[in-house]
Antibody, heavy 127, light 109 residues
Framework: EVQLVESGGRLVKPGGSLRLSCAASGFSFSSYSMNWVRQAPGKGLEWVSSLNSFSSYVFYGDSVRGRFTISRDNAKNSLFLQMNSLRVEDAAVYYC????????????????????WGQGTTVTVSS | QSVLTQPPSVSAAPGQKVTISCSGKSSNIGNNYVSWYQQVPGSAPKLVIYENNKRPSGIPDRFSGSKSGSSATLSITGLQTGDEADYYCGTWDTRLSVVFGGGTKLTIL
């Protein structure tokens, strides 16, 4: 069964750091690009970051660029999101999602979609 | 304020048809394919349409998509109570970012 399982979400104070993990199983993890998407309470989906299969191309949303870092370990079938300088507005459910389509530098991927999603992990930022 | 514009809500009776619109610009929908995601409250999103009109395995043919210019449409026919959910459109922008619509809540009357 194709599966993504996120972990690492917890309560953290503003200005703090957190590292989220996403464990993949049931598919060839190293063959796919991966993504983080978040959803604040009662709000819509917000894209956070995307990473191609060999970590050579990385993309970030404007609201997290410079504070968050996406990475992966293909040997361990895992995706990560290092979150620094956390703000109250970063509080959300964070989903990892598998991407179908090829990420390259300097141009948007054609026909890209996120076809498998994890159940999400909750990050709360509060003093 | 989302980059892609969707109606906040739509509703229809069981067995009827509903359409959900998604409006963007030449830099996003006008330049790329659109995907659609279904999110039942309390659950993760699920891909229901990709590349404007293709259905992933397991998605019934009651779900269809189309695109014209800088707008896209998700259509659902033969509505069932299980279709009640939030629906989001998404695509990549030429600014090298993924953009989503604000979501449309589908209510089955």
């Amino acid at each position: 069964e194709v599966q993504l399982v996120e972990s690492g979400g917890r309560l953290v104070k503003p200005g703090g750091s957190l590292r989220l993990s996403c464990a993949a199983s049931g598919f060839s993890f190293s063959s796919y690009s991966m993504n983080w998407v978040r959803q604040a309470p009662g709000k819509g989906l917000e894209w956070v970051s995307s990473l191609n299969s060999f970590s050579s191309y990385v993309f970030y949303g404007d609201s997290v660029r410079g504070r968050f870092t996406i990475s992966r370990d293909n040997a361990k079938n895992s995706l990560f999101l290092q979150m620094n300088s956390l703000r109250v507005e970063d509080a959300a459910v964070y989903y990892c999602a598998r991407g179908i389509g090829i990420l390259t530098a300097n141009q948007p991927p054609r026909g890209y979609a996120m076809d498998v999603w994890g159940q999400g992990t909750t990050v709360t930022v509060s003093s | 304020q989302s980059v892609l514009t969707q109606p906040p809500s739509v509703s229809a009776a069981p067995g009827q048809k509903v359409t959900i619109s998604c409006s963007g610009k030449s830099s996003n929908i006008g330049n790329n394919y659109v995907s659609w995601y279904q999110q039942v409250p309390g659950s993760a999103p699920k891909l229901v349409i990709y590349e404007n009109n293709k259905r992933p395995s397991g998605i019934p043919d009651r779900f269809s998509g189309s695109k014209s210019g800088s707008s896209a449409t998700l259509s659902i026919t033969g509505l069932q109570t299980g279709d009640e959910a939030d629906y989001y459109c998404g695509t990549w922008d030429t600014r090298l970012s993924v953009v989503f619509g604000g979501g449309t809540k589908l209510t089955i009357l």
